[in-house]
Nanobody
Framework: QVQLVESGGGLVQAGGSLRLSCAAS????????MGWFRQAPGKEREFVAAISWSGPSTYYADSVKGRFTISRDNAKHTVYLQMNSLKPEDTAVYYCAATKYYNTYDVRVYDYWGQGTQVSVSS
C-alpha cells in the first residue's frame, strides 16, 4: 500500500517556474515506478512524466519535454516535478501516481493516486 500527498502548486505568471512534490508513505515506495498526470477542467486526465523506480530512466509527454523535469529521492520517499517556462495551457490539477509498470503513460495501470495540487498559470 502506498499513500501519496502532493504539494507545491499555486498561481504563477507565464514563463515562471514551480516545483511540485509528492510525498509517499509505505515501505514499498522504492519498488514503484512513479508518474505525474494532470487534468484541466472539462478534459481527461493526461500523462505528464514518469520515472523508473531507481531514478535514471524518465519519460515525458511531448507537450512538456524540455520544460519539465521529473526526479525522485527514494531515501525521502518523494517524487518531484520541476516545471519551468510555464504556459497558460499548463493550468490543471496535477496528480502523482504509482505503478508497477515501467515508464508508462497509461493512466489505467497506475494503482495509487494522490489528491492533486492545483497549478494555475496566468498570461
Amino acid at each position: 500500500q502506498v499513500q501519496l500527498v502532493e504539494s507545491g502548486g499555486g498561481l504563477v505568471q507565464a514563463g515562471g517556474s514551480l516545483r511540485l512534490s509528492c510525498a509517499a508513505s509505505g515501505r514499498t515506495f522504492s519498488s514503484y515506478h512513479m508518474g505525474w498526470f494532470r487534468q484541466a477542467p472539462g478534459k481527461e486526465r493526461e500523462f505528464v512524466a514518469a520515472i523508473s523506480w531507481s531514478g535514471p530512466s524518465t519519460y515525458y509527454a511531448d507537450s512538456v519535454k524540455g520544460r519539465f523535469t521529473i526526479s525522485r529521492d527514494n531515501a525521502k520517499h518523494t517524487v518531484y516535478l520541476q516545471m519551468n517556462s510555464l504556459k497558460p495551457e499548463d493550468t490543471a490539477v496535477y496528480y502523482c501516481a504509482a505503478t508497477k509498470y515501467y515508464n508508462t503513460y497509461d493512466v489505467r495501470v497506475y494503482d495509487y493516486w494522490g489528491q492533486g495540487t492545483q497549478v494555475s498559470v496566468s498570461s
